[in-house]
């Protein structure tokens, strides 16, 4: 298995913009999730997915942040409009659930900037 | 208070000694327990994970999980020089959740 696939790896972006990021959780998966780790904070789980349902949103900083997941092979993370502070790498994690073991495999990572 | 708390180090040790990774958590009702190994650079990747009271050995390293202390560490023996990295703890908090520990960066000297 080719694993949990981030892009992109590296987004450089003007405050302002909308930030697309995008999450293929490997196949067989029923859950997935997204962090958002940084130096001060550390990792952060913004929001999580069981079936392709949000399960927890309760860590998306505001509403600027949006997360979908159209079909089981495919998620994003939105950031409209991007701000300085929401530099960070952004870490897409999936787990197939097996009687609590929720062992999970994260993706590389996006590193994003906003200039 | 925390749910999950580390030692953030650094931790240095010379190679070939054991490096010892501390962790407690907050939560009394967590059952799965997990140690992570960051690269700089890199994502998280899974080392270890426990789920009863004891010990669990896998190669050079044994995570130990004591419930009644809620606590729960990682020994990596004889240490070596592509040990350096960050160790992050990760509990689950409940069925559906899981929090991670700020991490202990372990730096090995050769």
């Known amino acids: 298995d080719a694993g949990v696939i981030q892009s992109p790896r590296h987004e450089v972006t003007e405050m302002g913009q909308e930030v697309t990021l995008r999450c293929k959780p490997i196949?067989?998966?029923?859950?997935l999730f997204w962090y958002r780790q940084t130096m001060m904070r550390g990792l952060e789980l913004l929001i999580y997915?069981?079936?392709?349902?949000?399960?927890?949103d309760s860590g998306m900083p505001e509403d600027r942040f949006s997360a979908k997941m159209p079909n089981a092979s495919f998620s994003t993370l939105k950031i409209q409009p991007s701000e300085p502070r929401d530099s960070a790498v952004y870490f897409c994690a999936s787990s197939f659930r097996t009687i609590a073991k929720n062992i999970q495999y994260f993706g590389a990572g996006t590193r994003l900037s906003v200039l | 208070q925390k749910e999950v708390e580390q030692n953030s180090g650094p931790l240095s040790v010379p190679e070939g000694a054991i490096a010892s990774l501390n962790c407690t958590y907050s939560?009394?009702?967590?059952?799965?327990f997990f140690w992570y190994r960051q690269y700089s650079g890199k994502s998280p990747e899974l080392i270890m994970s426990?789920?009863?009271?004891g010990d669990k050995e896998d190669g050079r390293f044994t995570a130990q999980l004591n419930k009644a202390s809620q606590y729960v560490s990682l020994l990596i023996r004889d240490s070596q020089p592509s040990d350096s990295a960050t160790y992050l703890c990760a509990v689950n908090i409940d069925n559906n959740d899981m929090r991670f520990g700020a991490g202990t960066r372990l730096t090995v000297k050769p």
């Open positions: 426990i789920y009863s009271n």
């Open positions: 196949s067989g998966h029923d859950y």
């Open positions: 997915f069981n079936n392709n349902v949000p399960i927890d």
């Open positions: 939560d009394r009702g967590s059952q799965s």
